[in-house]
């Protein structure tokens, strides 16, 4: 199952990136924490590089707490500012205290000028990562448009948050080419590359037995498996059959049952789970070393 998804609003949008790049103080950057790794651009990181930029690991509420805290030192051992955060249940006050953080260089220099700044953020991420969602929750509205699918926001959109306060809204990245197709696989179990340009059976399988991997007990007993060993075709017959996605004469409905698997594991219905564990941390050297 080869994975790629790169529509032309994404390869504009990824054309004008490095010009407007150049207009902002601060670029708020989203990842999705149940895949620190995976869910980061590193196109993106490459264009960002010297910017004054905030990560944010967002869907933090659908993560495992214990790994978005062992990524968060992870980032931070390599000078990356970063935070969890929910942007449908988290408070916009902590977000924006981070903006305000990271813009305050700008901010002092305008200041010893005699000017009160107006800050501009960016905010970039791959699709669905929920960038719309957390401009709405700092404007405290819907003025940016959201979906659980992947290229809803499809061209760059100013907001004013206050005055001294402005937010780029920008259409979710992906890579031209993902090379790296075990974090194409991730990417789609999230919901960041469209659904129809992959082989959805091979997919879900590929889901559930990450899930077996990752969380025996609680995949077995949302999805009726009986043998936590089961792999393939075979793995998904029994989910169908416990679940009873069947139609007449008892034949699987596997429509279904990938459509339920994939969005049970997209709404976090599996339980908080992160899929990638952090590097190991370089041990600090000890005193007699
Ligand atoms: N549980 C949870 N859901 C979230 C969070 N943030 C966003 N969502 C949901 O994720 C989906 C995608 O959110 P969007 O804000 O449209 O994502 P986006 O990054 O703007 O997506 P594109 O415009 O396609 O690049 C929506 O259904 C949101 O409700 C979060 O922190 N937690
Ligand atoms: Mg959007």
Redesign the pocket.
């Known amino acids: 199952m080869e994975i790629n998804w790169y529509p032309g609003h994404m390869a504009k949008a990824r054309r004008l990136l490095s010009d407007q790049l150049r207009r902002v103080d601060v670029v708020l950057e ?1 990842c999705d924490a149940r895949l620190p790794d995976s869910s980061r651009n590193p196109e993106l990181e490459k264009m960002i590089a010297g910017k004054s930029r905030v990560l944010l690991l ?5 993560a495992d707490p214990n790994l978005t805290a062992a990524w968060l030192r992870v980032f931070r051992d390599q000078g990356i500012e970063a935070a969890p ?6 408070k916009a006050k902590e977000a924006l205290s981070l903006i305000d953080r990271a813009a305050r260089e700008a901010v002092e220099r305008a200041a010893a000028k005699g000017m009160k700044k107006t800050v501009r953020a960016m905010v970039v ?10 401009i ?1 929750k700092l404007h405290g509205s819907g003025i ?10 499809r061209a760059n959109q100013w907001v004013n948050i206050s005055p001294y306060l402005q937010l780029m ?1 920008s ?2 990245l992906m890579w031209p080419k993902l090379t790296d197709q075990t974090a194409a696989r991730r990417l789609c179990y999230i ?1 960041s590359v469209k659904d129809d340009v992959v082989d959805l059976p091979m997919l879900t399988i590929c889901l559930l037995e990450d899930l077996l991997a990752v969380r025996p007990e609680a995949a077995c007993a949302r999805y009726r498996i009986a043998d936590p060993d089961l792999r393939g075709e075979a793995l998904l017959e029994e989910v169908c059959r416990g679940r009873g996605f069947l139609m007449k004469g008892g034949v699987c409905d596997y429509d279904r049952c990938c459509a339920v698997v994939l969005d049970e594991f997209r ?2 219905k599996c339980g908080r789970i992160t899929l990638e564990l952090p590097p190991k941390r370089k041990e600090a050297p000890r005193a007699e070393d």
């Open positions: 989203l967002n869907k933090a509420d659908l955060f929910s942007a449908t249940s988290g991420g791959v699709p669905n990562v929920g960038k719309s969602t957390l709405n940016a448009r959201t979906g659980d699918k992947p290229g809803v926001t809204d259409p979710g919901g709404a976090g």
